[in-house]
């Protein structure tokens, strides 16, 4: 039944690991995002796929690379990790135009040590 | 570049209360606007989303307004309950990306 479904929930890695979160919309939808919530819960985009091709980048250090297998899915691959990449990362989905809302995943929280 | 405002940062209320939580925008080019809940711990819920071309939205206790050219919208929340308690992001979406406010966290005391 869970529309935007993301792995893992929690993530707690050393400063230089390399790891990726998993995101999955089995709404049908064309339009994926990546947003970050930093520690003052401030939610900003990173990154929007449209049928598997990329549409929004915004100022993001390029370790962060997204990849959509299918568009279904978008994944998130950070190298490099560094102390201020902790956050809590959400996934979401709309549908393909601009006016109609975006579902979002139950995030990942991301712990840098 | 769009920016949205939320204020009070905080509010807190008792049981039963009628309230109204604001939202503000600089720009008013927007394709729509969305208010969600986000419970500690938690990803975001939708709760309303306004179209441009539209002034209100309904859905049980909760009415969102939109008045574009003056770039604001209010979530009103009526007869307000423990079970409300949350944060309350507004969000607008032009240029295909929502930009979100910080958030408005409401506690309703019993």
């Known amino acids: 039944d869970t529309a935007v479904s993301q792995t893992p929930k929690y993530l707690v890695t050393q400063m230089g690991n390399d790891k990726s979160i998993k995101c999955e919309q089995n709404l049908g939808h064309d339009t994926m995002y990546w947003y970050k919530q930093d520690s003052k819960k401030f939610l900003k985009i990173m990154f929007s796929y449209n049928n598997k091709e990329l549409i929004i980048n915004e100022t993001v250090p390029n370790r962060f690379s997204p990849k959509s297998p299918d568009k279904a899915h978008l994944n998130l691959h950070i190298n490099s990790l560094e102390l201020g990449d902790s956050a809590v990362y959400f996934c979401?989905?709309?549908?393909?135009?601009?006016?109609?809302?975006?579902?979002f995943g139950p995030g990942t929280r991301l712990t840098v040590t | 570049k769009q920016e949205v405002t939320q204020i009070p940062a905080a509010l807190s209320v008792p049981e039963g209360e009628n309230l109204v939580l604001n939202c503000s925008f600089t720009d008013s080019a927007i394709y729509n606007l969305q208010w969600f809940r986000q419970d500690p711990g938690k990803g975001l819920t939708s709760l309303l989303l306004?179209?441009?071309?539209?002034r209100e939205q309904t859905s049980g206790r909760l009415n969102a307004s939109l008045d574009k050219s003056s770039g604001r919208s209010t979530l009103y929340i009526a007869a307000s309950q423990p079970g409300d308690s949350a944060t309350y992001l507004c969000?607008?979406?032009?240029?295909?990306?929502?930009?979100f406010g910080k958030g408005i966290t409401l506690s309703v005391r019993p």
């Open positions: 979401a989905s709309s549908q393909d135009g601009t006016e109609l809302e975006q579902y």
């Open positions: 306004i179209q441009s071309s539209q």
């Open positions: 969000a607008v979406k032009a240029n295909s990306k929502l930009t």
